[in-house]
């Protein structure tokens, strides 16, 4: 990873992009951002890549596809967009049971099959950075995975680990209770950061789903002068009605607690006492967009509502609400960046996909 000199604050004079965790749905959200940023430039000024769950699938389809030209957003489209037309969540659950194996080792073998054709972590370009954001349930914070090393900031680190790419992304998306833990052999000899010396250490590290820490990957580029954030998380949605059986309060309370640490990164991040020193650009599933500005693709609420409510998770979905995330995603990245970094760049006049949002 190359670094740049610090600004005045500290900053690294550098642009890094967020993909936040939310299923297929934050997945395909990603796939239209990546579409509009790319159009404007802006992505091939991405130096880190931080991602989270669902947009760690995106991420690991981006790590496919990234030659020194650029970034191929068409392959990535055409391998997303088909992956999410198959329900991988179910058959990593029961395929796990049926072969007595956890289901975040099948659904790894899931990403293999459908995605990732048994790339390793050591197969992701030098450049962007690209950091797949785990939590580790021993210690509780947030376990970091790139191609130069491992590492949980209270635990130590492991240089160039050796693992499957698909476990990786496998240990992001595993959403508890169904796909959790995440048991994987400890890849590698951890060392301390400062010291580089053997420290103790699990012999299987136990890892959940990153959005349990921080569902939008934020942490770990927090350092950058610029980070673009594509949140497609789903808005927490009230209920008057619950339901008292043991899996849907479960569901119901990792929802409570996802929301609660989804706002406390956004607030920290957009509020925080030297947010005037950054540059901040968040695009959301969760926010009213009334704020931003129009670009002349029609975006009916009541559609970007339905959308937004589409369920979290790995699961097939019509290829019609494909196709209308990925316009969705491409719209709000563009309202939110252009009058920024691009104000002198056109509006876009039509979806990449079409339909519009239905």
């Keep these: 990873m190359t670094t740049d000199p610090p600004t005045p604050h500290g900053l690294r004079p550098a642009t890094a992009l967020c993909l936040s965790g939310g299923g297929f749905r934050a997945m395909l959200f990603h796939v239209g951002a990546l579409r509009r940023l790319a159009e404007l430039g802006v992505l091939d000024e991405v130096r880190t890549v931080s991602s989270v769950s669902g947009g760690s699938i995106a991420a690991a389809a981006m790590s496919m596809h990234w030659s020194p030209e650029g970034l191929d957003v068409d392959a990535v489209e055409r391998s997303l967009f088909d992956l999410a037309g198959t329900t991988l969540d179910v058959r990593a659950v029961l395929g796990g049971w049926a072969r007595l194996r956890a289901p975040a ?3 790894a073998a899931l990403y293999d099959q459908y995605l990732l054709d048994g790339r390793s ?3 992701v370009p030098d450049e962007p950075y690209f950091v797949f954001n785990t939590t580790n349930m021993h210690s509780g914070n947030a376990f970091m995975w790139s191609k130069d090393a491992a ?11 050796q693992i499957a790419l698909s476990l990786v992304v ?15 052999r400890t890849p590698g000899v951890m060392v301390h950061h400062h010291t580089g010396t053997p420290v103790p250490a699990q012999s299987r590290l136990w890892l959940t789903d990153g959005g349990v820490y921080d569902n939008m990957g934020i942490q770990s580029v927090d350092d950058h002068q610029t980070v673009l954030i594509s949140d497609g998380g789903a808005p927490f949605a009230a209920t008057a009605k619950l339901s008292t059986n043991w899996l849907s309060i479960t569901l119901r309370t990792m929802s409570l607690l996802q929301n ?3 706002k406390r990164r956004r607030y920290e991040e957009l509020y925080a006492p030297d947010a005037s020193t950054k540059t901040r650009l968040l695009w959301s599933l969760r ?5 931003l500005g129009d670009d002349g693709l029609h975006l009916p609420p009541d559609r970007m509502r339905a959308l937004s409510g589409v369920h979290t998770r790995l699961a097939k979905m019509p290829p019609e609400t494909r196709s209308q995330l990925i316009n969705l995603g491409y719209a709000l990245a563009d309202r939110r960046v252009r009058p920024v970094l691009r104000p002198d760049a056109a509006a876009p006049s039509a979806f990449p996909r079409a339909g519009g949002l239905g």
């Design 170 to 184: 496998a240990a992001s998306s595993s959403f508890p209770p169904m796909l959790s833990p995440a048991r994987i």
């Design 121 to 123: 972590l050591q197969d």
């Design 105 to 107: 080792t099948q659904l």
């Design 260 to 262: 609660q640490v989804g």
């Design 287 to 291: 926010n009213d967009h009334s704020g």
């Design 151 to 161: 590492h949980d900031y209270s635990i130590g680190r492991i240089i160039e680990p």
